[in-house]
């Protein structure tokens, strides 16, 4: 089984902080998938950035960073800079490739207060 | 590149109706899978597909959603009857298939049938 677990229902930011939203997950497959997607009020799912369990570096994706510390089995999100247009729901997402399983968080809704 | 597209958009429908949903995937796209995104929660995978064969079933309430994808392309959700419950959003989502393309399958998303249950 995998679990996923996103601890901040809700955040408000002031506009061009940092922010962190927190991930943490659990899983016995020992090779699998780290995605961030944003969910603004219109409803799409917008991908963001994927870290895989194997990778050695932090992946990057122009302002957003994640934070990934296998150890702990945590996977935060970092944005740097914050815009008005972040504000938005954030979920973290685990997939295994051993059984190519995927389990969605519960999601953060950042507000961004210019 | 044209996106997952799904219809209809919006549908209300009174309990113990029928409903049926509509995605056609991103061309190439091996995998498709069905969401089920109730307000204020994450996605729940109801079922994943790999071409034409179910790959995870397992959140699929079977004595009521029913799903196909009977030539591996578009896919089709049915609720037969529904519940007040079903009342939610319908996410369609598909990628590559693992070992297909970038080694991991991230998932582009429709728009999503938002469902009302009276």
């Known amino acids: 089984a995998q679990k996923i677990t996103q601890t901040q229902p809700g955040m408000f930011v002031q506009e061009k902080e940092a922010v962190t939203l927190d991930c943490t997950y659990d899983t016995s497959d020992p090779s699998y998938g780290l995605f961030w997607y944003k969910q603004p009020s219109s409803g799409e799912m917008i991908f963001l950035i994927y870290q895989g369990s194997y990778d050695q570096q932090n992946a990057t994706e122009g302002r957003y960073s994640l934070n990934f510390q296998k150890a702990r089995k945590s996977a935060n999100l970092v944005i740097s800079a914050s815009q008005l247009g972040d504000s938005a729901m954030y979920f973290c997402?685990?997939?295994?490739?051993?059984?190519?399983?995927?389990?969605f968080g519960t999601g953060t809704r950042l507000t961004i207060i210019p | 590149e044209a996106g997952v597209a799904q219809s209809p958009r919006y549908k209300i429908i009174e309990k113990r109706q029928s409903v049926a949903f509509w995605c056609n995937p991103i061309s190439g796209h091996a995998t498709l899978y069905w969401y089920q995104q109730i307000l204020g929660q994450g996605p729940k995978l109801l079922i994943q597909?790999?071409?034409?064969?179910?790959?995870?079933d397992s959140q699929l309430p079977k004595d009521r959603f029913s799903a196909e994808r009977l030539k591996g392309v578009d896919s089709t959700l049915k609720i037969q009857p529904a519940k007040l419950e079903d009342s939610a959003v319908y996410l369609c989502?598909?990628?590559?298939?693992f070992g297909q393309g970038a080694g991991y399958n991230e998932q582009f998303f429709g728009p999503g049938t938002r469902l009302t249950v009276l």
């Open positions: 989502a598909s990628s590559l298939a």
């Open positions: 597909f790999q071409n034409n064969g179910v790959v995870d």
């Open positions: 997402l685990i997939s295994n490739f051993g059984n190519e399983k995927l389990t």
